[in-house]
């Protein structure tokens, strides 16, 4: 498991229980990709408080992610 702030740390499991393949890229973002290779970048520290952890959770919706409401 990658380290990720605690805001995130739900998504990545979320993610990586779904079979998609998450892993920090050099400028320390996260990259999520999916099964069938659409891929969503995130902060891996979200400081603009929880509308960028709201953001995410929508893009990886929109790419098929199966996530709580």
């Given at each position: 498991m990658i380290?990720?702030?605690r805001e995130m740390?739900?998504?990545v499991v979320a993610a990586t229980e779904q079979g998609w393949e998450?892993?920090?890229t050099n400028g320390g973002h996260l990259r999520f990709r999916s099964p069938t290779g659409d891929i969503?970048?995130?902060?891996?520290t979200p400081r603009r408080?929880?509308?960028s952890v709201?953001?995410?959770k929508a893009e990886l919706r929109r790419k098929g992610l199966d996530l709580p409401r």
């Open positions: 380290r990720v702030d740390r739900p998504l998450v892993e920090k969503v970048f995130s902060p891996s408080g929880l509308r709201e953001n995410t």
